[in-house]
T-cell receptor, first 112, second 112 residues
Framework: ETGVTQTPRHLVMGMTNKKSLKCEQHLGHNAMYWYKQSAKKPLELMFVYSLEERVENNSVPSRFSPECPNSSHLFLHLHTLQPEDSALYLC???????????FGPGTRLTVL | ELKVEQNPLFLSMQEGKNYTIYCNYSTTSDRLYWYRQDPGKSLESLFVLLSNGAVKQEGRLMASLDTKARLSTLHITAAVHDLSATYFCAVDMRDTGNQFYFGTGTSLTVIP
């Protein structure tokens, strides 16, 4: 595997389900990001991790819970989501917080 | 909060024609990125502009940055169908403790 990978690529879940999105970077980077891309809106930064510590949390609802067990992996745990949470969730990584970001393919999430 | 505006939002152009996409932003920054996104796919980095007056070219695309005017342009020369995609600019404010701000995107369709 190369670059940034995300699984699953597509996810459909009910509002009462619990699921997790996974991101893995194979670039040796030390910072990782979660973004949300909704239709007709700019990409929104959700969380930033640097050296496995969370450094940014942009007022994201608590039904989204990130986890960064090591510098190569990032998870987004989902529970009790709403239909308006349906979006493309993109993971990115960079070397340092000022380095160029490289994006994964995204997970297309649909909440029914 | 930083605002990043792209113009136009939608662009339909014929093959062989030239056009420019504009990216205006509301505060001082000398780091700007351009990305391409194909439908259902992730973001592909096109250009990294790191100083006032920076100009970079790759194939039929050329990007420039004027930090005094807070403006970046993405110029398309002799468009071909393969350039059809959505193009995003992003202003990098991470060196001031802020985040990465994306524009709304320009959806480009090149008509044969």
């Amino acid at each position: 595997e190369t670059g940034v990978t995300q699984t699953p690529r597509h996810l459909v879940m009910g509002m009462t389900n619990k699921k997790s999105l996974k991101c893995e970077q194979h670039l040796g980077h030390n910072a990782m990001y979660w973004y949300k891309q909704s239709a007709k809106k700019p990409l929104e930064l959700m969380f930033v991790y640097s050296l496995e510590e969370r450094v940014e949390n942009n007022s994201v609802p608590s039904r989204f819970s990130p986890e960064c067990p090591n510098s190569s992996h990032l998870f987004l745990h989902l529970h009790t989501l709403q239909p308006e949470d349906s979006a493309l969730y993109l993971c990115a990584s960079s070397q340092g917080l000022a380095g160029e970001q490289f994006f994964g393919p995204g997970t297309r999430l649909t909440v029914l | 909060e930083l605002k990043v505006e792209q113009n136009p939002l939608f662009l339909s152009m014929q093959e062989g024609k030239n056009y420019t996409i504009y990216c205006n932003y509301s505060t001082t920054s000398d780091r700007l990125y351009w990305y391409r996104q194909d439908p259902g796919k992730s973001l592909e980095s096109l250009f990294v502009l790191l100083s006032n007056g920076a100009v970079k070219q790759e194939g039929r695309l050329m990007a420039s940055l004027d930090t005094k005017a807070r403006l970046s342009t993405l110029h398309i020369t002799a468009a071909v169908h393969d350039l059809s995609a959505t193009y995003f600019c992003a202003v990098d404010m991470r060196d001031t403790g802020n985040q990465f701000y994306f524009g709304t995107g320009t959806s480009l369709t090149v008509i044969p």
